[in-house]
Each structure stands twice: as C-alpha cells, then as structure tokens.
T-cell receptor, first 116, second 114 residues
C-alpha cells in the first residue's frame, strides 16, 4: 500500500520550454502532497506543500510563478516548470501523505529534468 | 529554522558488520522517520517513530525516538551489500494548520564491502 508514482521519470527539454511533472497516489487518497528538489549528493529541499483544492504553499525562495503547482484531485498533483533554464535541471521528487493518526510521507520515484 | 544534524556523513563497512547512525535536532519533533534512497530513486520509508522513547524494528533495522524528542538513531545489524545507499532521517513537526512538513538530515552514505 501507499504507492506514489511520478511521470515522466526522465525528461530533456530545451531552454525556454515548460515541463509538467505528474505525481499520483495509486492506492490511497492524499489530501496533501509535497514537492521536493534534490541536487546531486544533497538532501531533499522542500519546494512547496500542495493541498487538494487550494493554492500551494511555497517555501521561502521558491518562485511560485516559475514552479506552478496544481492539486486538482485527491490522487493527482502536478508541478509545471515554466520557461525552464539549465539551472532548473535537477531531480524532482513528490511525496504524499495520509491524513490520520499516523501520518507520514510516501515518496514517488522522482523525475530527472535536464534542460539544455 | 529547524535543523537536523545527521552523522556520520559516510560509512565504509565490511559485510556482516553492524551500523549505527543518528540525528539530533535543536528543536522538538513529534515524529521521526528514517528513509533509504538508492541512486536515481525516491526515498523509501524504513521506519516511522511516533512516540518519545519508542523503539521499533523492521527486520535487521532498529530505530529509536529519543526521550527528549530531539534525537533518533538507526541501527542496521549484520549488514549486506544491498544495504548500500543513502539513509536520511526526517523529523516532522506541526507547522501551522494541517500541513506537516518534514525536515531532512543531510544523509549518511553507506558503503558495504562484500
């Protein structure tokens, strides 16, 4: 149980284009999803918290107009990197949490983005 | 902001040896989580701890939630080659409303020599 998927797993795009990454909770409903960014050999950096049906809460220093987050249903959140630049190249990972007594975060497999 | 100090940063051990790593925090957490991340993959939850003093095992893994709520350790017994990876601790505290953000340690890179 508590499986989270991400699509695509890898994407290469040209500078200036936009890329959409999907995060799905496959066997549970996730009222809250989180988006992280990870640089090589570094820890996970929280970008934003996404709540179903409401606007995402962005961490300090994360541009909300650059990284658009939509959480339209209890099983799907999307992250769109707009007007991507080479410095946006990174490993993006989502997680989903179950509301309840014992809440924790289950991570997706990640999406490797390379902007040329 | 909240910070987690995870140590050691890396470990090189022989197969069969036991491993111990820990995290300490400057502030109190309500939950401690331990994850393992393989290269190119997302973190996989190993153990979740919800109560101060709690000691939980998952196969060869054992983790404890410190009584002060500011620390946790993870032990791996009789290591095997597939234990190789990066281990992250994460602490969770309530951060306004119902959003439970995780604070991550910097990770412990474990290498196991066969």
């Amino acid at each position: 149980g508590a499986v989270v998927s991400q699509h695509p797993s890898r994407v290469i795009c040209k500078s200036g284009t936009s890329v959409k990454i999907e995060c799905r909770s496959l066997d549970f409903q996730a009222t809250t999803m989180f988006w992280y960014r990870q640089f090589p050999k570094k820890s996970l950096m929280l970008m934003a918290t996404s709540n179903e049906g409401s606007k995402a809460t962005y961490e300090q220093g994360v541009e909300k107009d650059k990284f658009l987050i939509n959480h339209a249903s209890l099983t799907l959140s999307t992250l769109t990197v707009t007007s991507a630049h080479p410095e946006d190249s990174s490993f993006y990972i989502c997680s989903a949490s179950l509301e309840g007594l014992q809440e924790t975060q289950y991570f997706g497999p990640g999406t490797r983005l390379l902007v040329l | 902001g909240q910070q987690l100090n995870q140590s050691p940063q890396s470990m090189f051990i022989q197969e069969g040896e036991d491993v111990s790593m820990n995290c300490t925090s400057s502030s109190i957490f309500n939950t401690w989580l331990w994850y393992k991340q393989d290269p190119g993959e997302g973190p996989v939850l190993l153990i979740a701890l919800y109560k101060a003093g709690e000691l939980t095992s998952n196969g060869r893994l054992t983790a404890q939630f410190g009584i002060t709520r500011k620390d946790s350790f993870l032990n791996i017994s009789a290591s095997i080659p597939s234990d190789v990876g990066i281990y992250f601790c994460a602490g969770r505290s309530r951060s306004g409303g119902s959003n439970y953000k995780l604070t991550f340690g910097k990770g412990t890179l474990l290498t196991v020599n066969p």
